[in-house]
């Protein structure tokens, strides 16, 4: 029978106008990997800022070990051997890693040492690092190796690992888990964080279940099947997308030789993109964000311009024509950053379908808006992707990641565009939601558009796309019919390599 | 050593002295700015603390005191600043540039009746044996004590923000703030502090045109000195030993000039009184061509510690 070593009783947690935890209990076995399970909102960041003593519980306490446990703050988590790897937001890329990882440790050896270490404890576990690189110039996976060395350097015994594989390379992925079980037989506790079902069946040893703040239940995931949990998750059952087999027409999008010099430091330049859309086709583009993803979105959505010719809609060459100029001859774009860069935060909701909208349809002869259009348009978006709001005068900063989303890819879609290019489309989102949004895509394409999906999500791609191509360091892979790929050639893509020697390549 | 009817000796001399209270007040700003803050007040900073300490130094006839004072009403001015942008969360750069009309107006009022008076000035420090170098021992080793203090607290800067922990924590606020909060660390104690550094040696920078470049009190005499700091700390692509190059040059260029116009140089006035602006600009731009001097991920951007 093993120890435990973190007891949670009653623990509730309320945020006006939420209560983001309600009286959640469940204890962590040393030497476990626990997985904690459900959908966006449903509390577990709350509830593990409140083991990292980044928030205090309003009710309910906790023990480590035999010891009341109460942290104020994470360097006193820290100091009771807690440790984070965060989802995103925890490095700075400016710093290079050691100065980063010693950011987040109590007592830091100097600089010198700690770089010496940094190589060691990295070597020791597969994980090699060069403590004098810059983090802004890392991948995603080695990135995150950054986080985990931070944490293993302070001998932790539990690990915290927030959504740890939602921007890993399917390799970089196997080599994780390898260090997680490593861990986990050196003795260590691991609380992991995840929506990934298949993930969570193949690692985990028990897994704890909230559903809007509260635990509503839990179950040892290899007894379980991934649809049990899933239900558990959402409360209902909900359909998968459905897709129907469509015959594809006439090449509608066509891009040559597009290259593009990045203007940012820590961007990637885009050289000699080669792919074409037809008609009723869905083109998958997966890969590690970074790798010339929101660079490829610019030059399509109009933002970046190119010689003429490098883009072409039905043989029109568009690589000159602005973001507005291109909408009118019906091509959309729906980049990642939804704030800021989909949608203007501080504008209402009516006033950010305004901006994305055809002139003609709202603005009269003599220049001025026509605001019944629009609101009667901001309705249907809202009504008919089911954004949740109080009102359609609300500041679009004031929506949930989630439906900001659905509104934005709502206003693209609606609007009935030939060719639609979205990057990250269900990022954030959560399942059930996430659904709706791929089905709404599938539509559009069979309703003779071509689309462009952009996506670190392979499972997601693998769904909706017809044609499949990596983006990988600026370059593009061919594009692959999606039912003639292995799981291996996936592999081989997203690791730059093409697929030459099996040349079925559908263009 | 004469050339070209200039002094060289008096010129580097003349231009350490010229050069300090942009230097003073373009440090501060530069940890300022590392934290993730936008201070467009410096000016007003500085005018503050060129008339309190000149006040103060009036009144006890003793310059340091001038100097002390100045670095705490510029240091209380800048606390204004933080409690509104830290706290109350309101826009950076509105308010910097109301600090700065502020201070202006504040100098004014309170300086009115210290006009026309000479101050007490500060002793040069002859550095024993350094001093007795030819050339350079006038030059650069016989100077007064804030001088020696500004070129030491470049040099403190730099060393603390590239080879210590709070210098990392502080580059840490100023790059990332939501991450630096994940970590732990108090982004806007942190920031208040360097806010309040950073008024501190606009203050004592201000008090050096009042107690010993000019050394008197007129309204508004920082005459964009404040402007020229915050400029040089972008230019100088937020590295302290640029920041020194970068207000030497700018006070060289300005002394030089002045010597051009006083031997009667055949470029009209006007070019030559741009000139300081111009080549500081354009020098310092060439620098931050090469390589990467991208600017405090955080700058002016506001922080509220929810969730």
């Given amino acids: 029978m093993a120890e435990v070593l973190l007891q949670l009783d009653g623990i509730s947690k309320s945020f006006p106008g939420v209560k983001a935890n309600d009286e959640v209990s469940f204890q962590i076995n040393s030497g476990e990997i626990h997985a904690l399970l459900g959908e966006n909102g449903a509390g577990k960041s709350t509830l593990v800022k409140m083991i990292y003593g980044l928030m205090q519980p309003d009710s309910g306490s906790m023990k480590l070990g035999s010891e009341n446990f109460r942290p104020s703050e994470p360097s006193k988590a820290r100091q009771s051997g807690i440790a984070m790897v965060f989802q995103h937001f925890s490095l700075f890329d400016a710093l290079n890693v050691a100065e980063n990882i010693a950011l987040g440790m109590e007592n830091p050896p100097r600089l010198q040492d700690l770089s010496e270490k940094i190589e060691t404890v990295s070597k020791s576990y597969g994980l090699p690092l060069g403590p004098k690189r810059l983090v802004g110039q890392l991948s995603a ?49 691991i609380l992991y964080i995840s929506h990934k079902l298949e993930e969570i069946r193949k690692i985990c040893d028990y897994a704890t279940i909230l559903r809007n703040g509260k635990k509503v239940g839990s179950c040892i995931p290899r007894d379980t099947s991934a649809k049990q949990i899933g239900e558990m998750m959402v409360g209902k059952s909900f359909s998968s997308p459905s897709r129907k087999t469509r015959a594809f027409g006439e090449e509608l999008l066509k891009v040559s030789n597009l290259s593009i010099r990045t203007k940012d430091f820590f961007g990637t330049s885009l050289s000699n993109i080669n792919f074409s859309v037809r008609v009723g086709e869905i083109l998958g583009i997966g890969g590690v964000a970074g790798n010339g993803q929101d660079e ?187 039912r003639s790929l292995s799981s291996e050639d996936v592999g081989l893509l997203m690791g730059g390599s093409d697929l030459d020697r099996k040349s079925h390549d559908t263009a | 050593m004469v050339i070209f009817g200039i002094d060289l000796v008096l010129l580097i001399s003349a231009l350490m002295i010229s050069a300090t209270p942009v230097l003073l007040a373009a440090i501060g700003e530069a940890v300022v700015e590392k934290s993730g803050v936008l201070n467009l007040g410096v000016e007003g900073m500085m005018i503050t603390g060129a008339v309190i300490g000149f006040i103060f130094a009036v009144n006890t006839q003793t310059p340091i005191y001038g100097f002390i004072s ?13 409690v509104l942008t830290q706290y109350i969360m309101s826009n ?85 703030q939501e991450a630096a909060h994940a970590l732990g ?55 302290p030993w640029r920041v020194l190059l970068g207000a030497y040059l700018f006070g060289g260029i300005t002394v030089l000039q002045l010597n051009l116009q006083a031997i009667g140089v055949a470029i009209p006035v006007e070019i030559l009184s741009m000139s300081p602006y111009l080549v500081t600009i354009v020098v310092l731009v060439g620098i931050s061509l090469f390589g990467h001097h991208t600017a405090p991920g955080s700058l002016a951007r506001p922080f509220h510690a929810s969730q």
């Fill in chain 1, 296 to 482: 490829l979105l610019s030059a399509l959505s109009g933002e970046e311009k190119t010689s003429p010719s490098t883009i072409k809609i039905f043989n029109q060459p568009i690589g000159k024509l602005a973001p507005d100029e291109r909408r009118a001859i019906g091509m959309r774009a729906a980049p990642e950053e939804r704030l800021g860069h989909a949608a203007a935060p501080a504008m209402t909701l009516i006033e950010n379908t305004l901006i994305t909208s055809h002139s003609e349809d709202v603005i009269n002869q003599w220049g001025i808006i026509k605001f019944d259009n629009v609101k009667e348009k901001t309705k249907d978006i809202v009504s008919e992707f089911d954004v949740r709001t109080p009102t359609l005068d609300n500041a679009a900063a004031s929506l949930s990641g989630g439906n900001l989303q659905k509104f934005v890819i709502g206003r693209e879609i609606l609007q009935k565009p030939r060719v639609f290019v979205v990057n990250q489309p269900t990022w954030g989102v959560d399942a059930a939601a996430a659904a709706f949004i791929r089905q709404s895509i599938l539509n559009l394409a069979s309703n003779d558009s071509a689309v462009v999906v952009i996506s670190q999500d392979l499972d997601e791609l693998f769904e909706i796309c017809d044609t499949f191509s990596v983006l990988t360091n600026g370059r593009m892979s061919k594009s692959h019919d999606v």
């Fill in chain 2, 185 to 239: 660390y108090k982004v806007v104690r942190i920031r208040f502090l360097a806010i309040m550094f950073g008024g501190a040696t606009a203050g004592i920078g201000g008090a050096y045109i009042s107690l010993a470049r000019v050394p008197q009190w007129t309204e508004g005499m920082t005459a964009g000195a404040g402007w020229i700091a915050l400029a040089l700390v972008v230019f100088a692509s937020w590295k």
């Fill in chain 2, 70 to 82: 100045a670095a705490i009403a510029g240091a209380l001015l800048s606390v204004l600043f933080a």
């Fill in chain 2, 92 to 176: 950076q750069v509105a308010t910097g540039l109301g600090l700065t009309m502020v201070g202006l107006g504040l100098s004014a009022l309170i300086g009115k009746p210290y006009e026309g008076i000479k101050s007490p000035t500060l002793s040069k420090i002859e550095i024993p044996i350094l001093s007795d170098i030819p050339i350079l021992g006038p030059m650069i080793f016989s100077h007064d004590a804030i001088v020696y203090f500004s070129v030491i607290l470049v040099a403190t800067v730099a060393f603390v923000i590239s080879k210590t922990r709070i210098g990392l924590v502080l580059r840490a606020v100023g790059e990332n």
């Fill in chain 1, 141 to 189: 996976g080695e990135r995150q190796r950054v986080e985990i060395i931070r944490c293993l350097l302070q001998n932790p015994k539990l690990l915290i690992m927030d959504e740890p594989t939602s921007v890993l390379t399917p390799n970089e992925v196997k080599t994780l888990f390898e260090t997680l079980l490593r861990l986990k037989g050196e003795g260590k506790s």
